[in-house]
């Protein structure tokens, strides 16, 4: 997903806005916002996939502490 933000930034910085339509100008402006929200989703992914692996290893070494 990061590496499809980055190309989607990319993109949207390379375009000329001096040129657009007014059209144009709020579809830029929507693909902005929606881009912002994907980076948002990401970073929150990312935290939840930290959180997941914490609590995997604590049921991990729980399972093994109780083996014993």
């Known amino acids: 997903?990061?590496?499809?933000?980055?190309?989607?930034?990319?993109?949207?910085?390379?375009?000329?806005?001096?040129?657009?339509?007014?059209?144009?100008?709020?579809?830029?402006?929507?693909?902005?916002?929606?881009?912002?929200?994907a980076e948002r989703l990401n970073m929150i992914n990312e935290r939840l996939y930290s959180i997941h692996q914490i609590l995997n290893n604590w049921l991990v070494k729980s399972a093994v502490e109780g083996v014993r």
């Open 1 to 37: 997903m990061g590496d499809t933000i980055d190309e989607t930034v990319e993109l949207l910085y390379t375009i000329n806005q001096d040129h657009l339509t007014v059209d144009q100008q709020i579809a830029l402006a929507q693909a902005y916002a929606a881009l912002a929200q």
